[in-house]
């Protein structure tokens, strides 16, 4: 099992939708949730972070957190061609190592 | 502006050869971290680095190599051990721990291909 798993996709939503996008982790003990969004060819740019259960809203961005069921997920709200892109999901695992652990991405597609 | 500058942009490696990556920060952060991105895939930790003068092996250190001689620099050194380099290589450092909310800064990338 991944220690940070995401569906590759790609997901294709139209201009305007909500597009949800999923993440589940394997150790429980994990304290802080990142999502970053990376362009084609680009390097990655934070976007969210979240650490505490429940909801984070900014701007279209909700990030969602639910520990007992260890997953974290990200809803973009009225969905713009420009947010086609590589959504990572990225996790501090309680494993000791002082680094983040990446999901592979889920690649998004909004359709105008 | 503070920043990370990682270069070459563009490197292209010979069969056997050694090539280093370069990776310069002039945000005062004392983490610093190399991480390999295949096509279609996320990032894999190769090496990480909290201080001056100490580093950790990543998931993938086989065939590379780091030094941390100044808080400023990080670079990566992809051997000849590597045998499949052809890859995009990040840079990133930390203000403070990697579970602190300001996640990292990224540089550019270098992609680095086998010819």
């Known amino acids: 099992q991944k220690e940070v798993e995401q569906n590759s996709g790609p997901l294709s939503v139209p201009e305007g939708a909500i597009a949800s996008l999923n993440c589940t982790y394997s150790d429980r003990g994990s304290q802080s949730f990142f999502w970053y969004r990376q362009y084609s060819g680009k390097s990655p740019e934070l976007i969210m972070f979240i650490y505490s259960n429940g909801d984070k809203e900014d701007g279209r961005f909700t990030a969602q957190l639910n520990k007992a069921s260890q997953y974290v997920s990200l809803l973009i709200r009225d969905s713009q061609p420009s947010d086609s892109a590589t959504y990572l999901c990225a996790v501090s695992l309680d494993t000791g190592r002082r680094a983040l652990t990446f999901g592979s991405g889920t690649r998004l597609q909004v359709q105008p | 502006d503070g920043g990370i500058t990682q270069s070459p942009k563009y490197l292209f490696r010979k069969e056997g050869q050694n090539v280093t990556l370069s990776c310069e920060q002039n945000l005062n952060h004392d983490a610093m971290y190399w991480y390999r991105q295949d096509p279609g895939q996320g990032l894999r930790l190769i090496y990480y680095s909290q201080i001056v003068n100490d580093f950790q092996k990543g998931d993938i250190a086989e065939g590379y190599s780091v030094s941390r001689e100044k808080k400023e620099s990080f670079p990566l050194t992809v051997t000849s051990a590597q045998k499949n380099p052809t890859a995009f290589y990040l840079c990133?450092?930390?203000?403070?721990?990697?579970?602190?909310?300001?996640?990292?800064?990224f540089g550019s990338g270098t992609r680095l291909t086998v010819v």
């Open positions: 990133a450092s930390s203000r403070q721990g990697p579970w602190a909310p300001y996640g990292y800064t």
